[in-house]
């Protein structure tokens, strides 16, 4: 979505997600509108900044939020006309090392970078990939850290999202703060498109469904996530049949979800009896060789991204075709499906 901050006279506080940088030393300051109008304070916070709750609720423990002045707890309720006054903690240096990684890049700009992230990626260092990550390669192609964003923290510079290690597809980077800001205001008020394929293994009679069920922590396996739980975030997830492979028993999915929440597309379509090909944690044990290709990873493809551009010159959208390894896995299964008719 574009910047919907109104123009205010001089001295005015910026109003809706901007901030005032050259007054303010990197203090942001919002004014809360009748739609934050009796939310909590990081809840309000977070809607007008697009800065993660949690990342705020540790700025408001540290006295560094105020509400007309005054700090305050996080559970306050805020009013129509208050200001809210943020001041971000200094940021560190990130100790992550630059790697000469290539990257298949769609798009760049002095804002973002839009990308084609190849399967088997890790989008940012953690215990066990501490190398070999999409910010490792981010930052030699940047160059210079301070080239990209570190509202997230250090040790995720520029990354608004992130798609698992085993998807790929279309991904966009904020190389700026006021970029950074921009574009999670935007996941976090679902105003993002986003198109994902997936191959499941089911055949199902409807040609379109719609999942709405909470996903969180799975109640036995914390490393899962699962719509078993009792304290799940709400999530939707939209699909229809783009095409389908009766002799293999397995159809292509567009998906359309309309939350963020981790390992949503995956977890919802096997919730509804459509696990994806090749998943070792949400599918089945089936193997995909059958079909003339073993993927080694779910065949899950992020296709399409749009977005309002954070300097406001409009809307952008990106597409990413089917890596060669679904590419593959289709004409297998379409060469299944003329076997089984010549036969």
Same mark, same amino acid.
């Given at each position: 979505?574009?910047?919907?901050?109104?123009?205010?006279?001089?001295?005015?506080?910026?109003?809706?997600?901007?901030?005032?940088?050259?007054?303010?030393?990197?203090?942001?300051?919002?004014?809360?509108?009748e739609?934050?109008a009796?939310?909590?304070?990081?809840?309000?916070?977070?809607?007008?900044?697009?800065?993660?709750?949690?990342?705020?609720?540790?700025?408001?423990?540290?006295?560094r939020?105020?509400?007309d002045?005054?700090?305050?707890r996080q559970?306050?309720?805020?009013?129509?006309?208050?200001?809210?006054?943020?001041?971000?903690?200094?940021?560190?240096?990130?100790?992550?090392?630059?790697?000469?990684?290539?990257?298949?890049?769609?798009?760049?700009?002095?804002?973002?970078?839009?990308?084609?992230?190849?399967?088997?990626?890790?989008?940012?260092?953690?215990p066990?990939?501490?190398?070999?990550?999409?910010?490792?390669?981010?930052?030699?192609?940047?160059?210079?850290e301070?080239?990209?964003?570190?509202?997230?923290?250090?040790?995720r510079?520029?990354?608004?999202?992130?798609?698992?290690?085993?998807?790929?597809?279309?991904?966009?980077?904020?190389?700026n703060?006021?970029?950074?800001?921009?574009?999670?205001?935007?996941?976090? #008020? @679902?105003?993002?498109? *986003?198109?994902?394929?997936? /191959?499941?293994?089911? %055949? !199902?009679?409807?040609?379109? &469904?719609?999942? =709405?069920?909470?996903?969180?922590?799975?109640?036995?396996?914390?490393?899962?996530?699962?719509?078993?739980?009792?304290?799940?975030?709400?999530?939707?997830?939209?699909?229809?049949?783009?095409e389908?492979?009766?002799?293999?028993?397995?159809?292509?999915?567009?998906?359309?979800?309309?939350?963020?929440?981790?390992?949503?597309?995956?977890?919802?379509?096997?919730?509804?009896?459509?696990?994806?090909?090749?998943?070792?944690?949400?599918?089945?044990?089936?193997?995909?060789?059958?079909?003339?290709?073993?993927l080694?990873?779910?065949?899950?493809?992020?296709?399409?991204?749009?977005? #309002? @551009?954070?300097?406001? *010159?409009?809307?952008m959208? /990106?597409?990413?075709? %089917? !890596?060669?390894?679904?590419? &593959?896995?289709? =004409?297998?299964?379409?060469?299944?499906?003329?076997?089984?008719?010549?036969?």
């Open positions: 979505m574009a910047d919907r901050s109104d123009a205010g006279s001089p001295g005015d506080p910026p109003r809706n997600g901007s901030s005032d940088d050259s007054e303010s030393e990197g203090v942001l300051v919002y004014e809360v509108t739609a934050e009796g939310l909590r304070l990081d809840a309000a916070l977070a809607s007008l900044s697009g800065v993660s709750r949690s990342q705020l609720q540790r700025w408001i423990e540290a006295d939020v105020t509400v002045g005054d700090v305050t559970a306050a309720r805020v009013s129509t006309g208050a200001i809210l006054e943020a001041s971000p903690p200094p940021t560190q240096t990130s100790e992550v090392l630059a790697e000469a990684i290539p990257l298949d890049v769609l798009h760049e700009d002095d804002d973002i970078i839009v990308l084609d992230k190849r399967a088997g990626m890790v989008v940012h260092p953690a066990g990939h501490a190398s070999g990550t999409l910010v490792n390669a981010l930052l030699h192609h940047c160059r210079v301070g080239n990209l964003a570190t509202v997230g923290g250090v040790e510079p520029g990354i608004v999202h992130r798609l698992d290690k085993g998807t790929s597809g279309v991904m966009v980077v904020a190389r703060d006021a970029a950074h800001q921009s574009l999670a205001r935007q996941f976090y #008020d @679902h105003s993002i498109e *986003r198109i994902y394929q997936a /191959f499941v293994r089911a %055949l !199902p009679g409807a040609e379109s &469904g719609r999942i =709405d069920r909470p996903i969180g922590r799975h109640p036995t396996d914390r490393k899962r996530m699962s719509v078993r739980t009792r304290s799940g975030r709400a999530a939707a997830t939209n699909w229809t049949i783009a389908r492979f009766p002799a293999s028993g397995v159809c292509l999915l567009e998906i359309h979800p309309e939350t963020g929440r981790t390992h949503q597309i995956r977890v919802h379509l096997s919730s509804a009896g459509l696990p994806i090909a090749g998943d070792p944690v949400y599918g089945r044990s089936r193997s995909d060789s059958a079909q003339g290709a073993d080694g990873r779910p065949a899950l493809h992020a296709a399409v991204l749009g977005f #309002d @551009h954070p300097d406001g *010159r409009g809307r959208r /990106f597409e990413a075709p %089917l !890596p060669a390894d679904l590419e &593959g896995f289709r =004409d297998a299964l379409r060469r299944s499906e003329l076997e089984e008719n010549d036969a």
